[in-house]
T-cell receptor, first 111, second 111 residues
């Protein structure tokens, strides 16, 4: 069984630029999550999808962050414009039977 | 508001000895608890879980203990091996919905 795929693995941008991250969950997993993990902290949920519907986006900074999962499979997370404090690892996860499976993450550095 | 707390940022243990990682939570609605292990530059990987109807779950060298009255869980690794050196995250969820993570404990097993 293939795991959660994410790309790119690393991205360096300047502040006020935009960036997009892509995630392909494990086949058949209806629930998909985007987490932000800042260095020294635990993963913080940004948004949760159930199929292509949003379940929880209460912690997503909607003035600059957006996410979609149009066909209920792949998802993209976009940041526009980026700020210095957005430097973090963005983790995508999918779940089955209450267990989260994470991708390797996309590390963003904002200069 | 940090609903899941790991108060020890780091722990060092000699190889062969027991490692005990602790986690506290505040939300009495949490009914499922998980431990994840994270190596540098990789996403967290699932290690072991426990339902709130149990007080102990064992899987090989790993045992998780849950004390609901104290809202405390712990992960025991025995015997500890150098390959166990990683960051360990505690997570909790209610009814399989959003997962809340602690800030992690960095375990170093000294050969």
């Amino acid at each position: 069984e293939a795991g959660v795929a994410q790309s790119p693995r690393y991205k360096i941008i300047e502040k006020r630029q935009s960036v997009a991250f892509w995630c392909n969950p494990i086949s058949g997993h209806a629930t998909l999550y985007w987490y932000q993990q800042i260095l020294g902290q635990g993963p913080k949920l940004l948004i949760q999808f159930q199929n292509n519907g949003v379940v929880d986006d209460s912690q997503l900074p909607k003035d600059r962050f957006s996410a979609e999962r149009l066909k209920g499979v792949d998802s993209t997370l976009k940041i526009q414009p980026a700020k210095l404090e957005d430097s973090a690892v963005y983790l995508c996860a999918s779940s089955r039977a209450g267990e989260l499976f994470f991708g390797e993450g996309s590390r963003l550095t904002v200069l | 508001d940090q609903q899941v707390k790991q108060n020890s940022p780091s722990l060092s243990v000699q190889e062969g000895r027991i490692s005990i990682l602790n986690c506290d939570y505040t939300n009495s609605m949490f009914d499922y608890f998980l431990w994840y292990k994270k190596y540098p530059a990789e996403g967290p990987t699932f290690l072991i879980s426990i339902s709130s109807i149990k007080d102990k779950n064992e899987d090989g060298r790993f045992t998780v203990f849950l004390n609901k009255s104290a809202k405390h869980l712990s992960l025991h690794i025995v015997p500890s091996q150098p390959g166990d050196s990683a960051v360990y995250f505690c997570a909790a969820s209610a009814l399989g919905n959003q997962f809340y993570f602690g800030t992690g404990t960095s375990l170093t097993v000294i050969p």
